[in-house]
């Protein structure tokens, strides 16, 4: 006998800015306020929760969340190993595991980032065109096995997430004559898509493929339009039980599978270069993860209404789309070009609020906060009849993936 399936019964999140330019507010008043509201958009209070989940060492424990919030009781609280932006969609999966067996019965999944007080890992925590603070931030905690790995590439400059996801595109244009110009497609059909959500950080500046072909080399092949926004804000999602759900009046959204992992001695990926199989290294590593996600669901690429690809870098989108079925390995640049991601008329919608490239990146949290908004029929670019949508967690990094249905 089946269980239930869990439900994604609420979203919220905060006001989204460039780094730096949220104010005068903190990371963890951002979570407070995006769990609040996606608490309150679920139609449920403060005092229904008995869960809490996040990723990648999130600074907002659980344990002072629940406190700071008033919960009357904290039956569960997660969070999942995986580094970086690769757990977004694991923390959900976790979620969604605590309902389905009686741990809780509504626990939020959230995510914040204020990049203006804690920078990025590789930046070394100062902002060089500002004056000198008497309390420098501190960098993002990054795990120290994750660091000692990184000594082999550390003196060569290996620092930032730019360059070394750029080493696995350029492999795969190398392998397969994928252009600079269809990595550009990526990031100007995003920015399209920001153009009508108003949420967008990069809604109201155009794009065009000259404007990407001509921004800055950051790390060959990757232009500055090729990389994810660093941003201020925070987002949550509210999941329970189907049972809960049926009595809750705002539209819920089914989580039909979900999945999450590595393939074998893939540690942290191409940002450490630690035995990764050379079949893998021009890939997403997420292709052994995509074949259980779909075998789970009983569903395949083609049963796809929409898609949100975690988008840190273009390259790694075209990656994803080729790991999950949606063309053949190689393939993904005429795929991309043919207008294919596009919201209207495309064979895949992909990424309709703007994409950590457009809207925000908030580790991929968003992504999945509007898979539930294009189910709903509440994007602001909307899918018609959508019933399936992907949400994927990062490429080249352990990963993690949902496939959400509407009900």
């Not at 999450?260 to 450490?272: C, D, E, I, L």
Request: with cysteine; proline share 5%.
């Amino acid at each position: 006998m089946s269980r239930p399936k869990a439900h994604i019964v609420g979203v919220g999140e905060s006001a989204y800015a460039r780094w730096g330019k949220i104010g005068d507010v903190t990371e963890h008043a951002l979570a407070c306020q995006a769990i609040q509201r996606a608490v309150a958009d679920a139609g449920l209070s403060l005092d229904d929760v008995d869960g809490l989940a996040s990723f990648a060492e999130d600074r907002n424990e659980a344990i002072f969340m629940a406190a700071e919030l008033g919960l009357p009781a904290l039956r569960f609280a997660n969070m999942v190993w995986m580094t970086g932006g690769g757990g977004g969609c694991a923390a959900i999966s976790n979620a969604a595991m605590a309902v389905e067996t009686g741990q809780a019965e509504v626990v939020v999944v959230y995510r914040a980032l204020c990049q203006g007080q804690f920078f990025r890992f590789g930046t070394g925590g100062m902002d060089a065109s500002a004056p000198p603070k008497p309390e420098p931030p501190t960098v993002q905690h990054a795990n120290s096995l994750f660091l000692a790995s990184m000594g082999f590439a550390i003196p060569y400059g290996l620092l930032m997430a730019a360059a070394a996801y750029a080493l696995p595109t350029r492999r795969h244009m190398h392998l397969y004559g994928t252009t600079s110009a269809q990595l550009g497609h990526i990031a100007v059909t995003f920015r399209e898509h920001a153009s009508r959500n108003p949420r967008a950080v990069m809604g109201s500046r155009p794009m065009t493929l000259d404007d990407h072909q001509a921004s800055p080399m950051i790390a060959d092949p990757h232009r500055l339009f090729d990389c994810c926004l660093e941003s201020d804000g925070a987002c949550a999602v509210v999941i329970t039980t189907a049972e809960r759900a049926r009595d809750l009046a705002k539209g819920r959204v089914e989580i039909l599978a979900s999945d999450q992992g590595a393939p074998k001695g893939y540690a942290f990926g191409p940002f450490t270069n630690a035995n990764i199989a050379d079949d893998l290294y021009a890939t997403g590593a997420c292709e052994e993860m995509a074949g259980r996600l779909w075998g789970k669901a009983g569903l395949g690429p083609k049963d796809v209404d929409v898609a949100q690809i975690y988008d840190h870098f273009t390259g790694c989108v075209l990656m994803q789309l080729e790991d999950f079925g949606f063309c053949a390995r190689g393939e993904g640049g005429p795929f991309i070009e043919s207008g294919a991601l596009s919201w209207h008329g495309g064979s895949l919608p992909t990424n309709t609020h703007g994409g950590g490239l457009s809207e925000a990146y908030i580790h991929g949290l968003n992504h999945v906060v509007e898979g539930v908004r294009a189910l709903r029929g509440e994007s602001t670019s909307p899918v018609e009849n959508a019933e399936v949508c992907l949400v994927t967690s990062g490429a080249c990094v352990p990963s993690s993936a949902v496939l959400l249905g509407k009900t």
